[in-house]
């Protein structure tokens, strides 16, 4: 035996096209292998068709990708279309506040609560609960060291007294903030507190 046909033996035997018995299919004329032949056997015609469909969509696809490009099917578009509408309604939204902000001032009342949000925070310490002062000066008498009007009290909050212990609020406080807490102030005139601080300064 030659080693050729050593190798002959070992790969899978031909088949001549002949036809099968059962089914009536044509051999492939491919392989037999361990008894089991290749049929030529078509794919049924829905699986058929249904690769040709795929076979035009892909066609068409790239057409209109490459071609056409297509907006609808571009992802990183359609994306941006998106983000631009959500950032245009969310612009929108903004300025809608900004206006209803701006269109109703604080009323009294507000003003009066913000000023003493902050003067809770930050003065209740040394000019007491109620403003009839400890460390600072009593605020519901008349007397005042730096004068009672509001731009004499905004003075000494923004420059602060400080050889006297009262700190400048200008880096800790917005123009606003600082209205608001000397509107509070001054509603306390007259309130009459207990344990208040004996006057300080000139009456006005
Ligand atoms: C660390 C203590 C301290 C804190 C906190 C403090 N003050 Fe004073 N404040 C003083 C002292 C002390 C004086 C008196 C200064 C002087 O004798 O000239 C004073 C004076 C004042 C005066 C002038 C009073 C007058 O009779 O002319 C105003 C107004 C005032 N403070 C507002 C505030 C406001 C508003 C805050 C909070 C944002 C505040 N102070 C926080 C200690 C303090």
Redesign the pocket.
């Known amino acids: 035996m030659s080693t050729n046909e050593d190798i002959q033996l070992k790969e899978p035997n031909k088949v001549n096209e002949e036809v099968d018995d059962v089914t009536k299919i044509k051999f492939f004329g491919g392989h037999e292998y361990d008894g089991i032949k290749e049929l030529d056997n078509p794919l049924p015609p829905w699986l058929k068709y249904l690769f040709y469909v795929t076979i035009i969509f892909s066609i068409s696809y790239l057409i209109l990708l490459f071609v056409f490009k297509d907006d609808s099917i571009i992802q990183v578009k359609e994306y941006r279309k998106e983000v631009m509408a959500a950032r245009a309604k969310t612009e929108v939204a903004v300025k809608e506040e900004a206006v209803k902000t701006a269109a109703a001032p604080m009323t009294e009342e507000q003003i009066l609560a913000a000023g003493k949000a902050?003067?809770d925070k930050?003065?209740l310490?040394?000019?007491g609960k109620f403003g009839e002062g400890l460390?600072?000066?009593n605020?519901t008498d008349e007397?005042?060291?730096?004068?009672?009007r509001p731009e004499?009290?905004k003075k000494?909050?923004i420059e602060g007294?400080l050889d006297?212990?009262?700190?400048s609020?200008k880096s800790q406080?917005n123009n606003t903030q600082i209205d608001h807490?000397?509107g509070y102030?001054l509603s306390l005139q007259g309130s009459n507190p207990p344990n208040q601080k004996a006057p300080?300064?000139v009456k006005n």
């Open positions: 902050i003067y930050t003065c310490v040394c000019h460390v600072g000066p605020f007397y005042w060291i730096h004068g009672g004499e009290l000494v909050i007294v006297k212990g009262m700190i609020y406080m807490v000397i102030i300080q300064g």
